[in-house]
């Protein structure tokens, strides 16, 4: 597929400080652009990176027709640029727009214009174990139109930001019992920047109480766990690794269902189910509780330090001690960078 493709007169690549990079502020040099209108998708470009002129009466800003993709291209000790299950984003991005009413994208005009940006921008793609290029495709209604109907005229354009190593320190989350990131039958399942929007102030409050993170619970009682921030949520109770079934709350993640086969390939016994906060605090009292992580893109696994339910902090084991979520980050690594088979198939070239 011939993308018309207008190459950058100002490259930024030799600014790029590999040592000193900040998540998500500093961008490669283009970008893919596609408008969707007259009720079918247009030839797609690649631009140099940069603003884009919209209507200040957008179906998005007003109404919320906005998703978005997380997903990152890797660079194996060879120089090969490979992606990371790109397809399971597409798929995901198309089921975001059905409940968002917004027009699915074809699989080979996102994979094509994926594919062909990531190769362009080849050289932002960071040759050391840990750094990545982090791939952000987002899709937003674009027609200028107060009317409150499905919008008529849509952008999906695919940016790309070079990201470091994501250590993070193991994480305090809370147990949160007010506030809810999604109910069942809204729009958790879907990437949607309105379910971002509404979880700021949650998160910014229990910032406040020296908190990283929410555990988020169900709406409807609080009873139930259902992710971790913005990442799916894991737990280790007495060998088996259980998680929250998905539902039309739950975020489904690509990583999320990675981990799930691997502990699977490797004989570990697997439950996707609902859990009762009870469980956790029973199985803490027992001494059960042997790990808890969240699972995302951004940092694959994030180990949790504590959970606090209402007046009890739950202190996990050491991190150094967890044999799973350690094995499970590493392998996945190892896949990734192409240094382990890869049986599934998870690892797609760009070129
Ligand atoms: C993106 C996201 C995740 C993680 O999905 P990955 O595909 O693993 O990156 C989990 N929960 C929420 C709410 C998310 O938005």
Known sequence: MPIHTTVTTASQLANLDLENLQFGKVFA??????????????????LPYGPIEVSPAMAAIHYGQALFEGMKAYKT???????????ANWARLNESAKRLCMPEIPEDLF??????????????????????????????????????RPAEE???????????????EPVRVKIEEHYTRAVEGGFGFAKAAGNYGGSLLPAKLAHQ??????????????????ESGTMNVMFVIDGTLVTPALSTSILAGVTRDSVLQLA?????????RRIPIQEIVDAYAAGKLEDAFGT?????????????????EMMLPPVADRKFSNRV?????????????????WVVPVQ
Not at 29 to 46: C, F, R, S, T
Not at 77 to 87: A, I, N, S, T, Y
Not at 116 to 132: C, E, F, K, N
Request: with cysteine; hydrophobic share 40%; aromatic share 12%.
């Open 29 to 46: 040099d283009h970008m893919l652009v596609i408008d969707y209108k007259n009720g079918a998708w247009q030839e797609p470009h690649i």
């Open 77 to 87: 000790k060879e120089g090969e640029v490979v992606l990371f299950r790109p397809q």
């Open 111 to 148: 994979m094509e214009g994926l594919k062909q940006l990531v190769a362009l921008d080849a050289d932002w793609v960071p040759q050391r174990p840990g750094y990545s290029l982090y791939i952000r495709p987002v899709m937003f209604g674009s027609e200028g139109l107060l009317g409150v």
């Open 154 to 168: 849509y952008k999906f354009i695919i940016f790309c930001s070079p990201a470091s190593s994501y250590y993070a």
């Open 209 to 226: 109480e020296g908190y990283h993170q929410i555990i988020w619970t169900d709406g409807r009682e609080h009873n139930f766990i259902e």
């Open 264 to 272: 699977r390939d490797w004989g570990m016994k697997v439950e996707e």
């Open 296 to 312: 995302g893109t951004a940092a694959t696994i994030a180990h949790i330090k504590s959970i606090t339910y209402q007046d009890q």
């Open 329 to 345: 980050a590493q392998e996945l690594d190892a896949i990734r960078y192409g240094m382990a088979p890869d049986p599934h198939g």
